[in-house]
Every structure is written in C-alpha cells, then in structure tokens.
C-alpha cells in the first residue's frame, strides 16, 4: 500500500550507500497492522533489481 514511502526509502540509501536496492513492505498502518515496516534488499552488480522486486510481489502477496 505505501509503495510511494518504499520508493523513497529504496532512493534515499541508493544515494547514500551508492548501491540499488530494493525497499518492500513487510507491515502496513494502512491495512490494520500497529505500523508500516519495509525489508530492504540490496542489489548485487548485474543483478536485475526489477525483476527480483516483481518475484518477490508475486510471491508474497499480502
């Protein structure tokens, strides 16, 4: 639900730490849950990010 916040956590370490990654939410305020929590994966060089992030929707669906 709150793929705008894991879009700017994801951007704001990939700034910081100089490494893509990908943020998913894990816990979400919006849905009933006591707040909103993100996983935070990094990227290895050649690893294609989106194509994790899309498996990982896919197979974890809330």
């Known amino acids: 639900m709150c793929w ?3 879009g700017i956590i994801a951007g704001a370490l990939e700034k910081i730490l100089k490494k893509k990654c990908l943020a998913r939410e894990i816990s ?3 849905l009933g849950d006591d707040y909103c929590e993100f996983e935070i994966k990094f990227c290895n060089k050649g690893e294609n990010c989106e194509k994790i992030m899309m498996e990982n929707i896919k197979n974890n669906k809330k």
């Open 4 to 6: 705008f916040e894991g």
């Open 28 to 30: 979400c305020a919006g």
